[in-house]
């Protein structure tokens, strides 16, 4: 199968950890990877960022990296990128000539978007000629006929503008037009996979017909991540451990409010080591979320507990894992996260909010423990019963071992999102009239 994955800003090259750079990028390239193991030929389009990047990039076998000219060659917020996607959906439709795909696989609502443009365009009439459906900052169509299907379209959101909106309400910087444009995308989409089950209930509200949903989680590299090797030292009798981007919603000073009253109970002698945010020291400490961070941590009395380690090179993160006593993944809401399966993979139990994915990855009282979304005194609660059970931190760590060897192997994934693929080309019209279209 000719697969063209589309993930306007989040590169499987990128460098992780930065303002846009996370968990799609992961998503993106471990699925692309897996697809290209089971013989699939994988191409992804991506908009270039830096003025130095070549055009292809030969990431492995049957994997190739794209760069599309898509606005200024530079970093944009992701937010600030919907004027340039029909300049994506040109370069795509232009590298696929006359030999298109089998089918095309967004990341993201804007790439959903660009896909759905490219594949409108290959199809031989440009989608500004039509006139029903809602359209984006060019004045091009979100949406093709079904007359029109030639390459079908699948789409995973990996977050939706509605949760979003609904947890950071003016603080949310998505662009205006993603109110309409999102769900265009969703009822346009051949298929959509979903990562969690709380997903579709969001996509169903959103008044997407949940029958052509697939499910389809995020998976982890269990090739890096294992219990298997030395943990890495710490300083204190005790290691919590947070995992990810340093801005509000992950829900990191929820960590450091729950501190003191750890110690209350006896757990003093604590650490909490933070990794995420920028790479450089004199970066990290600039950033305005860390401040906040050890301005509370001070506050509060524990900024001797608080250790900010900002970017770590992906190698050393199972030895971080490891030394953990428990991982806290707390964020206001999460469509999936990556972070609890790598933790889970190095048996190491979860602290998790029960919000979005993690209600499906972490098993409550089985690989971890769920605590009420913004709330430190159960987070408090819930660390310190792992603090004073070893036996039960080991025997949940077994337990994350074998769930994510089991559940969330990529290879697994990827059976499973071929699946998605193969659902989506069987619903297409029996007469492509296309050359290089049929299968």
Known sequence: MKISMVSEHASPLAALGGVDAGGQNVHVAALSEALARRGHSVTVYTRRDA??????????????????????????????????????????????????????????????????????RIGGQDSAERDTSPRDTSGRAARRDDAEYRIPVVQT????????????????????????????????????????????????????????????????????FSADGPPAPRPRT???LSVGRLVPRKGVDLV????????????????LLIVGGGAEPGVLHADPEVRRLLDLAEGLGVAHQVTLRGQVPRGDMPGIFRSADAVVCT??????????????????????????????????????????????????????????????????????????????????????TEKAYQLAMAELPATLGMEGAAL
């Open 51 to 120: 003025e130095d990047l070549p055009a292809r990039v030969q990431a492995g076998p049957r994997l190739e990296v794209v760069h599309v000219d898509a606005g200024p060659p530079c970093h944009v917020p992701k937010d600030e990128l919907l004027p340039f996607m029909d300049d994506l959906a040109a370069g795509m439709a232009k590298d696929w000539g006359r030999l298109p795909p089998d089918v095309v696989h967004g990341h993201f609502w804007m790439s959903g978007l660009a896909a759905l443009e490219a594949v409108g």
């Open 157 to 224: 959101f990996h977050a939706l503008g509605t949760v979003k909106r609904r947890h950071q309400g003016s603080e949310d910087t998505s662009p205006p037009q993603r109110r309409w444009l999102e769900p265009s995308v969703g009822r346009s989409a051949d298929r959509i996979i979903a990562t969690c089950s709380d997903e579709v209930f969001e996509l169903k509200a959103m008044g997407i017909d949940t029958g052509k949903v697939s499910i389809a989680p995020c998976g982890v590299d269990l090739g890096l």
């Open 238 to 240: 005790h290691r919590i």
């Open 256 to 271: 450091i409010r729950a501190l003191p009253q750890l110690a209350e109970a006896g757990f003093d002698d604590v650490e």
């Open 331 to 416: 964020p206001w809401y999460e469509p999936f996260g990556i972070v609890p399966l790598e933790a889970m993979a190095c048996g190491v139990p979860v602290v998790a909010a029960a919000v979005g994915g993690l209600q499906d990855t972490v098993l409550d009282h089985g690989t971890g423990l769920h605590v009420p979304p913004r709330d430190p005194e159960a987070i408090a609660a819930a660390v310190a019963i792992l603090l004073a059970n070893p036996g039960l931190r080991a025997e949940m760590g077994a337990a994350g071992q074998v769930r994510a060897r089991t559940r969330y192997s990529w290879d697994r994934v990827a059976a499973e």
